[in-house]
């Protein structure tokens, strides 16, 4: 949630492309963080994510485009001239250096009086909740509490962008979930803009107000987590974010046919981009598919391979008669209905599904 009185940053981010040699790390990518805004760039190993956000903190320097803070162009400004915090996914603490003077050095630098320094590191260890903790070495401290050092250091200064580099990632589930309440309490408390970097979609689609997604480089769709899921702009995002069935179809000009020579009128609006007759492909949410019919729904005849258990749901997986795996997230009270060999029904709404012509990737 956004603060109502952000002291945040705002950053504009213009036609950002980042080369390696011949390799391009980052093609031409512009998106805009608001003044407190949470951002996560979500993309797949080597999609360009840490190369944006080195860009962002001046640890990277863009072969071109053109990187603004409220409204000034920062692109070749050194980073320490930036005030942009920034968290590491491991925690890069000096380790001869007491939990106090690591949270104190970036004062330091600043050429703040030592007292005064102190004053205000252990303030910062206290807003992480590590208060009284300043005296100990690093090594004394589990990961979690390591991390939380990190994220006192980055914030002691008081930026108005903090950048993190998938800061969790080295930690167990547990300390995971509780570092994500942690950095969004700071979030809401500081006002801070904050550009978080993830591949795990749950991290980000929970935490962000926005989520980017990046593939190869190129920026594949920025929204909520529910324009993300409800309405993935090509067949990447919709087989990124989520789980999701893709089903071979074909547009005949006035409907499209599935597997099984359903014919469905497809509602302009389930539509993504350019639909042209010839191949297509129909994305279905499993959830969105059931073991019961409704008047009108759609139908895809199957036959189960597999059902799997689940606690509240069960997955029923079939192949269509194409040969096409599919999967329905049903209730498990359903779950007995089904043994693998069955022939079975799956139905949807005839809105639930989005059809992406053949120019989708
Ligand atoms: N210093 C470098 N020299 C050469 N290539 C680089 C360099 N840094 C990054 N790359 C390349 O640029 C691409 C993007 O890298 P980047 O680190 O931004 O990806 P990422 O999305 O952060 O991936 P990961 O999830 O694995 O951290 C990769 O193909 C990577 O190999
Ligand atoms: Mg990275």
């Not at 991390?147 to 993190?164: C, D, E, F, S």
């Amino acid at each position: 949630m956004k603060p109502s009185t952000s002291t945040g940053a705002a950053i504009r981010i213009r036609n950002l492309r980042k080369a390696f040699g011949s390799a391009v790390a980052v093609d031409d990518v512009s998106l805009d963080v608001e003044p407190g805004e949470f951002l996560a760039l979500l993309g797949p190993s080597g999609s360009g994510k840490s190369t944006i956000l080195m860009s962002i903190a001046g640890f990277e320097s863009p072969t071109s485009g053109q990187i603004l803070m409220d409204g000034v162009d920062c692109t070749h400004i050194a980073p320490h001239r930036r005030n942009v915090g920034m968290v590491f996914q491991n925690y890069t603490l000096f380790p001869h250096l007491s939990v106090l003077d690591n949270v104190a050095f970036p004062l330091k630098m600043r050429g703040l009086a030592k007292a005064e320094r102190h004053a205000q590191a252990e303030q910062a260890l206290k807003s992480v909740h590590l208060g009284g903790y300043g005296a100990r070495m690093p090594h004394q401290l589990s990961g979690g509490q390591q991390q939380r050092v990190a994220l006192a250091r980055a914030i002691v200064y008081k930026p108005r962008l903090l950048l993190m580099d998938e800061p969790f990632s080295a930690l167990d589930k547990k300390l995971r979930q509780e570092m994500r309440l942690e950095t969004k309490r700071l979030h809401a408390e500081l006002g801070l803009s904050v550009v978080f970097v993830t591949h795990d979609q749950e991290e980000a689609l929970t935490m962000s107000d926005r989520v980017a997604v990046l593939k190869d480089g190129r920026l594949q769709q920025i929204g909520s987590a529910h324009d993300l899921y409800e309405r993935p702009v090509n067949l990447f995002v919709a087989g990124f974010i989520g789980d999701m069935n893709f089903i071979p179809a074909t547009f005949t000009g006035e409907c499209v046919r599935l597997p099984g020579g359903e014919a469905w009128s497809v509602p302009p609006a389930a539509v993504v981009g350019e639909l042209s007759p010839g191949s297509a492909t129909v994305a279905i949410r499993p959830e969105r598919l059931s073991l019961a019919a409704n008047p009108g729904d759609l139908r895809l005849a199957g036959r189960v391979t597999d059902v799997i258990y689940s606690g509240a749901d069960t997955l029923v997986l079939a192949t269509l008669e194409d040969g096409t795996p599919i999967q329905a997230r049903t209730s498990s009270l359903d779950r007995h209905r089904h043994r693998v060999g069955d022939a079975i029904a799956l139905h949807c709404p005839t809105d639930a599904p989005l059809v992406y012509g053949a120019a989708s990737a």
